[in-house]
């Protein structure tokens, strides 16, 4: 395929690029993500090439490029993936660049690379990088998975799976365009009920982000038991203490929230790989009621939420432009879920016992995002709440955290 073969981009990679287009050269880095796998013991590195090539042939996310000489209406096409696979092998070199610093050219690169890690104790490790428009967290983990199945048993991956060029065309499809109508008239319905609720500014420099991470096992504990009391997911007991924090700093008990749609709702596109994530708005009401209610509140309102997470950005951005004075949401909030291992083990998480409540704070690799955006993920020991935030400050990034961790504890 050429790049006069090209068609449009799915609804999730629309979404991305709408995310990064504007960028400037030294943020183009933003949109990368670095993993580092545990490989089998005695893994050679023929073995591995062998096995990053089965998920080449396999997953045409892998192959593409984009035409983006128009960014308005950006293109994608599948390269044939005859080109030779280049894999660095080597031990870490800590003079290196980082290894998700370097930005993709997404129209000459495919959007990853990887380097396989050696000479030191403990098992070979395959740090993998990627673009964001190739993958989202989910689709990254499916190829965790799938390449260890490959080394384990090599030709496994033969069956080619469909990529994000099918996945547009069913988006464009009639009744893909039927579901982008209804999502925009969602979006519409919410911005002219929603009130105008804004996290006050308490950053010391206008724009500045500042990244938080609360970890903590009784917190796990607690959003467990909340989540059991209430009928309601893990996900929706964590975003009651979520809001009910950024609540009292709005000094409102409304306000719309962006929660993020992870659309693998699909048979046909579950594990598929690219990214499918897209920001979809919830109205909250009622941020101030007992915490079980809020939790249930929260919880249907974002099931109809995500119901219209397939949409086009572009549709829903000249929406804003002919309602300007439609409020953002105040926070944004995402609860990381992974497909499950095929066997024993972890996903890669820290599961190391935490029986303190711990906040950290680091320097953010990316801003992209909303301007309040807390992600928060379980590993089966811990809660782990991460938030980036613009204009709000060390100390009130740990003082929202530590009211959402003392929230949860004090309704288990």
Known sequence: ?????????????????????????SRRHEPNNVAEWDLPPGTAPDAVRAALAALVRRHPSLRTRYDLRDPDAPRQWVSDGTAPLVLPVGPADGAAPA???????????????????????????????????????????????????????????????PGPADLAAEQHGPTGLRRQRAAVEHWARLLDRAPAARLPDTGDTAGEAVQGTLRSAPALTAARALAARAGVSLASAVMAAYVRAVAHRCDSDAFLVHLMSANRFSGRWKDTVTSMNQWVPALVEGAGADLPTLARTVHWNSLRAVRHGMHDVTAVAALRLRTPHAPEPACAFNHVAVPPEDGPGTTGADTQDRTEPAVSF???????????????????????????????????????????HDTLLSAA
Do not use: N
């Not at 050429?2 to 991305?16: E, Y």
């Not at 993709?104 to 890690?117: E, I, K, N, T, Y």
């Not at 799938?146 to 080394?151: D, S």
């Not at 995002?369 to 009130?396: K, N």
């Open 1 to 25: 395929m050429q790049p006069t073969d090209a068609g449009p981009l799915s609804l999730g990679q629309l979404s991305v690029w709408h995310d990064i287009r504007d960028l400037p050269p």
């Open 99 to 161: 290894p998700a610093a370097e930005h993709f050219d997404l129209g000459r690169q495919h959007g990853w690379r990887a380097r396989l890690l050696t000479g030191r104790p403990g098992p070979p490790r395959l740090v993998f990088v990627k673009h964001h428009i190739l993958a989202d967290a989910w689709a990254q983990e499916v190829l965790h998975r799938e390449l260890l199945r490959e080394l384990a048993a090599p030709g496994s991956l033969r069956t080619p799976a």
């Open 362 to 404: 680091e320097t953010p690799f990316t801003t992209i995002g909303p301007r309040c955006y807390a992600r928060s993920q379980e590993d089966g020991h811990s809660l782990t709440v991460r938030l980036v935030a613009r204009d709000m400050g060390r100390e009130q990034c740990a003082a929202l955290l530590g009211e959402l």
